[in-house]
């Protein structure tokens, strides 16, 4: 199973899924997906780490990129704290 990765902003609440496998994925896409997050977080603590260990630690907003809303992000609802996985 590959390791995907996300940037979160502490200040929002929210995550950007960004890559899998130690790879930052890089299409026009995913480009303007991460320059419009960055935009909107100027200022705020923002935290690159592993999905899984951001998921288990905090209980943050994944954004999705909406493609048929001109690259706008929409959110979708947190995992219910019981499906997260506990780090020991």
């Known amino acids: 199973m590959s390791r ?3 940037i979160a ?3 929002c609440r ?3 899924w960004i890559g ?3 790879r930052i994925y890089y299409t026009d896409r995913d480009l303007r997906k991460q320059r ?3 935009y909107e977080h100027i200022e705020h603590r923002l935290e690159f780490n592993d999905s899984e260990t951001l998921s288990a630690r905090y209980d943050f907003k994944s954004l999705d990129f909406d493609e048929d809303e001109d690259g ?3 959110e979708k609802e947190p995992m219910p704290l ?3 996985v506990k780090i020991i």
């Open 4 to 6: 995907t990765y996300d």
């Open 9 to 11: 902003c502490h200040d």
């Open 14 to 16: 929210v995550v950007l």
């Open 20 to 22: 899998q496998d130690r």
């Open 36 to 38: 419009e997050f960055f």
């Open 72 to 74: 706008d992000f929409i």
């Open 82 to 84: 019981e499906n997260k």
